[in-house]
T-cell receptor, first 115, second 113 residues
Framework: EAGVTQFPSHSVIEKGQTVTLRCDPISGHDNLYWYRRVMGKEIKFLLHFVKESKQDESGMPNNRFLAERTGGTYSTLKVQPAELEDSGVYFC?????????????FGPGTRLTVT | SQKIEQNSEALNIQEGKTATLTCNYTNYSPAYLQWYRQDPGRGPVFLLLIRENEKEKRKERLKVTFDTTLKQSLFHITASQPADSATYLCALGIYNQGGKLIFGQGTELSVKP
């Protein structure tokens, strides 16, 4: 089975521009998570979808970040306008709907560099 | 504040020895704890999960312990191999907070032949 895929693998944009990251979870996984790792820090939770609904978006830094999961399949994370502190690696993860506490399958990440 | 601490320094061991990695947490009552492996340029890969009512879990050469009194988990790799060299992350899951994981910074393990 195909794993979690993310696109692009790397994005370099200027401050003030807009970037959209995409995540395709494993087929059939209802749970989709976004995480971010900024340089030198731990991986931090951003938000959690169950199918197309936002279950928890407590980790979203501010309203410049917008996540969607139309139809409960792939998800996008848009940053508009990007700031320097948004640089980091954005990971997407998915897990099947078997309740909480199960392993999450991570994608390779998108490295975002804001200059 | 809520905090998870892993061995901050890299761990260097000789092939064949047992590697022991530590994960300490404060101000949490985790429902479960997971360990992941991360290689450079890749996403974390799940290794083991242990729940709050479990003391120990094993999988092949891997063993995890969970001591809720000490607020600590230990992760052991026995008969370590150079291929085990990677960063190892511990992550906590909290009841009533969905499936979100709270990660430690990770410990870099290097196994020398």
């Amino acid at each position: 089975e195909a794993g979690v895929t993310q696109f692009p693998s790397h994005s370099v944009i200027e401050k003030g521009q807009t970037v959209t990251l995409r995540c395709d979870p494993i087929s059939g996984h209802d749970n989709l998570y976004w995480y971010r790792r900024v340089m030198g820090k731990e991986i931090k939770f951003l938000l959690h979808f169950v199918k197309e609904s936002k279950q928890d978006e407590s980790g979203m830094p501010n309203n410049r970040f917008l996540a969607e999961r139309t139809g409960g399949t792939y998800s996008t994370l848009k940053v508009q306008p990007a700031e320097l502190e948004d640089s980091g690696v954005y990971f997407c993860a998915s897990s099947p709907d078997r309740g909480v506490g199960h392993e999450q399958y991570f994608g390779p990440g998108t490295r975002l560099t804001v200059t | 504040s809520q905090k998870i601490e892993q061995n901050s320094e890299a761990l260097n061991i000789q092939e064949g020895k047992t590697a022991t990695l530590t994960c300490n947490y404060t101000n949490y009552s985790p429902a479960y704890l997971q360990w992941y492996r991360q290689d450079p340029g890749r996403g974390p890969v799940f290794l083991l999960l242990i729940r709050e009512n479990e003391k120990e879990k094993r999988k092949e050469r891997l063993k995890v312990t969970f001591d809720t009194t000490l607020k600590q988990s230990l992760f052991h790799i026995t008969a370590s191999q150079p291929a085990d060299s990677a960063t190892y992350l511990c992550a906590l899951g909290i009841y009533n907070q969905g499936g979100k994981l709270i990660f430690g910074q990770g410990t870099e393990l290097s196994v020398k032949p």
